[in-house]
């Protein structure tokens, strides 16, 4: 985000196609200071980056002026209060469509059986009756949406004309007495259109709900004011603010673990399933689950400043990216309109010239069969159902276009600390240099080290039975102290007065003098993380080119690579990692260091790891919220299922639509198949979509073979 720029998101629960979202764009495009425009079709939401000086109040002006009726999205807010409405307009439309069909079929029955022009003209006024509420306040919605000037044409427009005209000539046939009467495809026309939509929100509310980060958070938490437990909402929690939270509880806030220790299940934040054993004083996150028994927290946050938030903000942005295909469709959804409406006269001019009375059907029938639902929906809902997958995977996508990239990867490079090692270094070689006990030398080193916060200092973390005094930090050579009445130094050979044997590799080399005489080296490095050897194997397995990155020396980088098998370069500035890219566009790179960022901004797909700093995630097209590795063998596995989905879904709506349309034309489709067609076809591309949600994953599949 670039400085003095910030980020509102707006519900448009209105905003129905990508006719609609045309309109805002073009609406917004006109105020001074607009930024990027970003639509979540899923959500129903349109991301705007505009300059502080132009306020939310205005933005939300000016999409009303267009037509629609927006409003600022708040954390854990229930935006869907239309499918409630909805579902009342259905049940009047479904009522009234009973009426109508049981009148209808006494009508048709008296075609045959010569009813009388009396009980004929009764049953076509009964069937008006009940068609009035059903125009009045059921198909309201298509023609609000049809008639809006602001809004131009979308796809409630040829809905809207088809019910119109139905019903227009059905009232004027009734008043006459003589001619058809349409009474029950409009309200058959009505209760599939509502149908389809209920539906349709229906499952576009579960991807919602699947998604939904903040919504699934307590409504209410428990305070501890002065040893009283107190109920408020979430809300109300400032920083600072003591919380009870009890077992089996979803931790609201992040906070300060106060209890004295406490079990935790972090798997909405990681994906990892094994529980997390946490100590008094760590740091515990909003979205985990308290496990074992109740616990204490000091809040660190509110609910909407928490981790657990900016993962929904970040998630949230991804959907908004455009993939390649969301494009494509969406150009497509916009001529969409038009064409049908073209269509659907040239229809109505052909049969009243061949044979005048098919035309009304088969205009009727041409305005309903056409889809663009479907085609708008091809592929939003195949991106929301993957990232929610892979979120669930423990991998947040910053980016939504980079799963396309991601599909096609044919190489992966790896940085090697921190990324094909664990982040933390460790002991791997101790060498005794003295008479005294390898036991009081550990304990002495680590007895100096609590006292440092030098990284490699890290690798003698634990408690140790000695205690040091007098001791002084020397920053960037070591600590010195007395331990035991001995006078103790450790950190580099130059400070502890060691001869360097390799001064290439001394890095990762600490010394130990007591008493000024040398009296051990500790080795350190990074063990390589416990799933890295498989992650690289399987993704061989997948023909693709795997090798590590470093700027580590060549001995340091040749115990690695030996480990796991793959192919390496040491001594790799940052430039030159880019230049060691072979195809960049097909290149996901995996880093975790500063060193790295240019890397990751040259790949075609860039991962951050857990680890990593903030800067380094908010360069990054992937984030990895697990330690496990594996985890980008299914960011590719979903990525490439997700290509499938959205060319089915695409395939589905274009094919769908050059036979409907034609068989509508030519009149072998009846306005009440044309609406069951269109239902169905909207439904068909969610319902196909959400498959994405069950993708298997292939490192819970390694973790079995493990």
């Not at 049809?146 to 809905?159: E, H, K, Q, W, Y």
């Not at 004027?172 to 509502?194: C, I, N, R, W």
């Not at 149908?195 to 699947?210: A, C, G, K, V």
């Not at 909405?268 to 054993?277: F, V």
Request: with cysteine; net charge neutral.
């Amino acid at each position: 985000m670039n400085a003095g720029v910030i980020t509102t998101t707006i519900t448009i629960e209105d905003m129905h196609c990508a006719a609609c979202s045309s309109k805002v764009r073009s609406a917004l495009g006109e105020l001074p200071g607009i930024g990027t425009l970003r639509f979540n079709p899923v959500r129903r939401q349109v991301l705007v980056d505009h300059p502080p000086a132009l306020s939310s109040a205005a933005l939300i002006r000016q999409i009303e002026r267009a037509g629609f009726h927006p409003a600022i999205t708040s954390a854990g807010t229930d935006t869907s209060p239309e499918v409630q409405v909805l579902l009342r307009r259905l049940g009047v439309s479904a009522l009234g469509m009973m009426q109508v069909m049981m009148v209808s079929i006494a009508l048709y029955a008296g075609q045959f059986d010569g009813m009388s022009e009396a009980w004929r003209r009764v049953l076509e006024y009964s069937a008006l009756i009940f068609t009035i509420p059903v125009l009045t306040y059921s198909a309201v919605p298509f023609f609000v949406s049809a008639l809006d000037r602001r809004r131009g044409m979308s796809m409630d427009t040829p809905i809207a004309l088809a019910i119109g005209i139905a019903f227009s000539v059905s009232f004027v046939h009734t008043l006459k007495g003589s001619g058809e009467v349409y009474f029950d495809a409009v309200t058959m026309f009505t209760f599939l259109m509502l149908l389809s939509r209920y539906l349709d929100r229906r499952m576009q509310n579960r991807l919602r709900f699947e998604d939904s980060l903040l919504a699934s958070l307590p409504a209410t938490v428990t305070l501890l004011v002065n040893d009283t437990q107190v109920t408020c909402p979430l809300a109300d929690v400032r920083p600072g603010d003591r919380l009870w939270v009890p077992e089996g509880a979803m931790l609201p806030v992040d906070g300060i673990l106060v209890s004295a220790s406490a079990t935790l299940e972090e798997a909405s934040l990681t994906g990892e399933a094994d529980w997390r054993e946490a100590s008094m004083g760590d740091a515990v996150h909003a979205g985990t689950f308290t496990r074992g028994g109740a616990i204490i927290i000091d809040a660190l946050s509110g609910s909407a400043d928490s981790r657990y938030a900016r993962i929904d903000s970040l998630a949230n942005a991804a959907l908004s990216g455009k993939h390649r295909l969301s494009v494509l469709a969406d150009r497509a959804a916009g001529i969409f309109v038009p064409t049908i409406l073209a269509i659907a006269a040239l229809a109505g001019v052909f049969w009243l010239v061949f044979d005048p009375t098919r035309a009304l059907t088969a205009t009727l029938a041409v305005l309903v069969v056409s889809c663009p639902c479907a085609l708008a929906l091809a592929t939003p809902t195949a991106l929301h159902a993957a990232l929610v997958r892979l979120r669930r995977a423990g991998i947040l996508v910053r980016d939504g276009g980079c799963l396309e990239r991601a599909a096609g990867i044919r190489h992966v490079r790896f940085d090697k600390t921190g990324t094909l090692t664990d982040p933390e270094p460790t002991i791997i070689a101790f060498q005794n240099m003295g008479s005294l006990p390898d036991t009081w030398l550990q304990g002495a080193a680590a007895a100096l080290q609590q006292y440092s916060s030098h990284p490699l200092a890290r690798a003698f973390t634990g408690l140790s039975p000695l205690v040091a005094d007098t001791v002084e930090v020397v920053a960037g050579q070591g600590v010195r102290g007395r331990v035991e009445g001995h006078d103790v130094r450790i950190g580099s050979p130059a400070f502890c007065n060691h001869r360097s044997d390799n001064a290439a590799n001394e890095a990762k080399v600490v010394c130990l003098t007591v008493d000024g005489n040398p009296a051990a080296r500790f080795h350190l490095d990074s063990r390589v993380r416990p799933d890295a050897s498989a992650t690289v194997q399987s993704l061989r397995a997948q023909d693709i080119d795997v090798a590590m990155l470093s700027g580590d020396n060549a001995e340091q980088c040749a115990r690695v690579a030996g480990l796991l098998d793959i192919e390496w370069l040491a001594a790799q500035s940052p430039e030159a990692k880019i230049r060691a890219f072979a195809d960049p566009e097909s290149t996901l790179y995996v880093g975790d260091g500063i060193n790295d960022l240019p890397a990751l901004t040259h790949a075609g797909v860039s991962a951050a790891t857990l680890e990593t700093t903030d800067l380094v995630k908010s360069r990054s097209d992937v984030v990895l919220l697990t330690s496990r590795l594996s985890a980008l063998l299914d960011l590719l596995a979903i990525s490439r299922a997700s290509r499938r989905v959205m060319w089915q879904n695409l395939y589905w709506a274009a094919g769908y639509n050059l036979v409907a349309i034609p068989l509508a034309f030519t009149g072998l489709a009846p306005p009440w198949a044309a609406a069951v067609g269109m239902s169905v076809s909207s439904l068909i591309v969610l319902l196909n979509a959400t498959r994405l949600l069950r993708v298997p994953l292939p490192s819970l599949q390694l973790g079995k073979a493990r």
